[in-house]
């Protein structure tokens, strides 16, 4: 824990200190070409990563491996990054007063995916549940209280994402927000718009191509999954859908769900989609 926030036990918390890793991150030399994926865990980093990978190279292989670096914080070293040729794509589940100062100064790029809080919770529930890293193994009801205690690792989503909201308005131009609902519904002409943020130039072929390459069938089928090591077979391409929720929710969940989300986001200006 650190700041009053756990975090998996992938971070190398026990091997440097949390103050250290957390500052190591803070500190991080960036590079002007350094995109920052900043998603909250569950919002489609993984989906996120390959398109921006594939608008950077002009390519449509899905990036052997998992990723090229793993999430910052997991990094125990991040002088690593330095032999990373750039443009670098740096993810991180990390809050945005943890990420790179300097990065933020310099007003380096920022993506920033957002979901469907609900199907977020349905998605973490799964992967907690088979994680090691994060080592629950109750229910959903019982998932379901953690997740409105606020007290899951990386912390509450509510913070997160209305922290990121305020950076957006206090600095214009250097975060770019897309929405998991609108990616999966028109790829195309989401992936185009990431496109003209990141400055990168490419054929309309181009983006359609990359739409196919990054579909959820595809990448089930064909992208390495770490999470491998815990289970054999991988979880991170779960079921890749809008809606999982309502199979999961009851109704009295929901209306709880609702009133939360409505008092913590009453300030917000995010438009999200609950189908
Ligand atoms: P589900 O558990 O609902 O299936 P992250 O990468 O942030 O851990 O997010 C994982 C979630 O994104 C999972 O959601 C996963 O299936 C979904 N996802 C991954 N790749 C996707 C893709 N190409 N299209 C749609 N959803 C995708």
């Avoid at 019982?142 to 957006?168: N, R």
Wanted: charged share 30%.
């Amino acid at each position: 824990e650190w700041d009053g926030i756990s975090y998996p036990s992938f971070i190398p918390f026990r091997e440097k200190g949390a103050e250290k890793v957390m500052q190591d991150i803070m500190d991080f030399k960036s590079r002007e070409s350094d995109i920052i994926l900043a998603t909250h865990c569950k919002s489609g980093t993984h989906w996120g990563y390959e398109i921006i990978q594939m608008l950077l190279r002009n390519t449509t292989e899905l990036e052997k491996g998992v990723k090229s670096n793993s999430m910052l914080e997991g990094i125990g070293d991040l002088s690593s990054l330095d032999s990373t040729p750039s443009p670098r794509i740096l993810d991180t589940h990390c809050k945005f007063k943890y990420l790179p100062k300097q990065h933020i100064e310099k007003r380096n790029k920022i993506v920033h995916i957002v979901r469907n809080p609900k199907d977020v919770c349905v998605s973490f529930y799964h992967h907690a549940l088979k994680d090691n890293f994060i080592n629950f193994n109750g229910s959903w009801n019982d998932f379901y209280e953690l997740w409105m205690s606020g007290k899951l690792v990386y912390g509450a989503w509510y913070s997160y994402e209305l922290e990121i909201e305020q950076a957006e308005k206090d600095i214009p131009g250097m975060i770019y927000t897309c929405f998991y609902e609108d990616i999966k519904q028109e790829p195309v002409k989401e992936i185009k718009k990431l496109a003209d943020f990141l400055g990168v130039e490419c054929s309309a072929t181009h983006i359609e191509d990359v739409a196919k390459a990054t579909s959820f069938k595809n990448m089930q089928e064909k992208k390495f999954d770490i999470t491998q090591i815990f289970d054999g077979k991988g979880f991170i391409y779960r079921k890749g859908e809008i809606g999982d929720w309502k199979n999961y929710f009851t109704v009295a969940q929901n209306e709880q769900f609702d009133i939360q989300f409505n008092e913590k986001m009453k300030d917000s200006n995010l438009k999200l989609t609950f189908a």
